[in-house]
């Protein structure tokens, strides 16, 4: 089981996305049934959150992570099937832009 076609905020690897909290969405393939997940975000390959194994079917999730000004993210996603059994990790990226505080202050 993995997950296909990940979007983040709804859209595939964005680039210049507003920072701040992130939506995380994706298609589980390759199974049966998904039972529970676990997301990993690294910037600059340092893993800067890991969520708890989340036993849901839900396919869209809302890390309690907020993402800085002008980062770009790597996310990784983990599903798990109906038996439990750990599928193989599926990733993308992301790019934040510029903080619109920040462009208000410099103009």
Known sequence: MKADKIKINYMYEPVGIESGKVIISWIAINGVKQNAFIIKMYIKGIMVYESEKVYSNKTEFVPDFTVSSK?????????????????????TYFETGLNREILRLSG
């Not at 980062?71 to 599926?90: C, H, M, P, Q, Y």
Request: aromatic share 4%.
């Open 71 to 91: 980062s770009r993210v790597k996310a990784e996603i983990t599903l798990f099937d109906e038996k439990g059994i750990e599928g193989e990790v599926s990733s």
